[in-house]
């Protein structure tokens, strides 16, 4: 039996090192490329991994084939399990878990969201929605972007007269 072929992996992982060091530390790109560089780099060494273990690795058929079937069964589990909600400002995906309960359930079970006064929170989880950066500029938006009727917007904290010292 002949030894496995491993400088191909260890090249595809420096290689991918190097490339996701590189965007990180120089330049002058911002947040939402280098995420989305990061995110490309992974894909394509994983790939690149894969084509390794099935064509070039010399080890043998049945681990190979053991090795993909296991590595497709994680893609499927994973894709079963946990879906992509949407994104923050600077590209990064909001993970979460299928079967999880929506976030507008989770604010109106009783749990307070972290951070703020708990008066603004409890506005905010009795709206029903999350006052982001979008929100704050259209009131009448949703954080996704969708109408929000007048009843349930909160009001624009520019619109509210400030106190004479």
């Given amino acids: 039996m002949t030894r496995p072929r491993l400088w191909p992996a260890v090249v595809v992982l420096l290689l ?7 965007t990180w530390l120089t330049g002058d790109a911002i947040r939402q490329q280098r995420i989305l ?24 058929r049945r681990f190979r084939f053991v090795a993909l079937a296991l590595v ?3 893609i ?5 399990l946990v879906r992509v909600r949407g994104v923050t ?3 990064r995906p ?10 507008a359930a989770r604010a ?13 929170d409890s506005r905010v989880a009795r709206a029903g929605f999350d006052r982001g950066q979008h929100a704050a500029r259209h009131p ?9 009727p007048a009843r349930r917007r909160l009001p624009v904290l520019s619109a509210v007269p400030r106190p004479e010292p």
């Fill in 76 to 80: 499927a589990l994973t894709a079963a």
């Fill in 108 to 120: 109106s079970s009783g749990s307070r969201p972290r951070g703020g006064s708990r008066d603004a």
């Fill in 37 to 60: 560089q990061t995110i490309a780099t992974a894909v394509l060494v994983l790939l690149a991994l894969l084509v390794w273990l099935a064509f070039l690795s010399r080890l043998s």
């Fill in 16 to 22: 991918g090192a190097l490339v996701v060091l590189k």
């Fill in 89 to 91: 400002g600077d590209l």
């Fill in 140 to 148: 009448s938006r949703d954080g996704e972007g969708r109408a929000v």
């Fill in 72 to 74: 497709l069964g994680l």
């Fill in 94 to 103: 909001i993970v979460e878990l299928r079967f999880a309960k929506p976030a």
